[in-house]
C-alpha cells in the first residue's frame, strides 16, 4: 500500500473561515511533508515533519498551521486565509527525512480563497 | 543553497520518437535525484530515480543518466506514447535536506 490519502478532495473557503486540511498515511512513514502547488510551477515545500516533531517550516505565514497528531496522520489549519493562497496543497511521506527515500505524494487537496 | 535548472520548459514529439529532459544542479553534495511525472489535476508520481554513485539507470522505457562533474542529469524516454504526456519534474538533493524540484517540462506526444 502506497497510499497517502487527503482530505478534502476540494474546499473553498472565505477569507474569515477557520478550515483544516486532513492527511494519513498506513506505510510506517515517520516524514511526513506539506507542499503547496500553484498551476504549472513545481511544488514548493512547506512543512516537514519528521519522527512527528516539526523539522523544517520553509518561513510559511502563521494563517498556516500544521499538526502531527501522530506518526499516520498530518493536518494543516487555515485560518484567514488570502486570495493569493488559492492552490493545491499537497501531502506527502517518505520512510525518513533523509536523501534518497522515495517521497509519495496524496492526490491534494484544491484550496480556492473567495 | 541548491538550485535545479531544468529544459526544456515545453517539448512536442510524434508518437514513437524520443524524448529527452535535461536537468542541472548547483550543490556538489546531492546524490539523491529523482523524476517525478504529473498527470494533469492529478499527484506527482515517481517514475525513476539514480543515486550520486550510479551514472545510468534504466526501466524499460524509461532511462536516467548522471554526470557528477558537470552536475547534469537526463530523463530520456523512448518509443514515446501519447500516455506519456504529463509535466514532469526533476529534483535534487543531499542527506536530510529538503528535495529541490526543476521547474518542470510539459511534454505532449502526438498520435
Known amino acids: 500500500d502506497t497510499e497517502v490519502t487527503q482530505t478534502p478532495k476540494h474546499l473553498v473557503m472565505g477569507m474569515t473561515n477557520k478550515k483544516s486540511l486532513k492527511c494519513e498515511q498506513h506505510?510506517?512513514?515517520?516524514?511526513m511533508y506539506w507542499y503547496k502547488q500553484k498551476a504549472k510551477k513545481p511544488p514548493e515545500l512547506m512543512f516537514v515533519y519528521s519522527y512527528e516533531k516539526l523539522s523544517i517550516n520553509e518561513s510559511v505565514p502563521s494563517r498556516f498551521s500544521p499538526e502531527c497528531p501522530n506518526s499516520s496522520l498530518l493536518n494543516l489549519h487555515l485560518h484567514a486565509l488570502q486570495p493569493e493562497d488559492s492552490a493545491l496543497y499537497l501531502c506527502?511521506?517518505?520512510?525518513?527525512?533523509?536523501?534518497?527515500?522515495?517521497?509519495?505524494f496524496g492526490e491534494g487537496s484544491w484550496l480556492t480563497v473567495v | 543553497g541548491e538550485n535545479v535548472e531544468q529544459h526544456p520548459s515545453t517539448l512536442s514529439v510524434q508518437e514513437g520518437d524520443s524524448a529527452v529532459i535535461k536537468c542541472t544542479y548547483s550543490d556538489s553534495a546531492s546524490n539523491y535525484f529523482p523524476w517525478y511525472k504529473q498527470e494533469l489535476g492529478k499527484r506527482p508520481q515517481l517514475i525513476i530515480d539514480i543515486r550520486s554513485n550510479v551514472g545510468e539507470k534504466k526501466d524499460q522505457r524509461i532511462a536516467v543518466t548522471l554526470n557528477k562533474t558537470a552536475k547534469h542529469f537526463s530523463l530520456h524516454i523512448t518509443e514515446t506514447q501519447p500516455e506519456d504526456s504529463a509535466v514532469y519534474f526533476c529534483?535534487?538533493?543531499?542527506?536530510?535536506?529538503?528535495?529541490?524540484f526543476g521547474t518542470g517540462t510539459r511534454l505532449q506526444v502526438f498520435p
Open positions: 506527502a511521506s517518505s520512510q525518513v527525512f533523509t536523501s534518497g527515500n522515495t517521497i509519495y
Open positions: 529534483a535534487a538533493n543531499r542527506d536530510t535536506d529538503k528535495l529541490i
Open positions: 506505510m510506517g512513514h515517520r516524514a
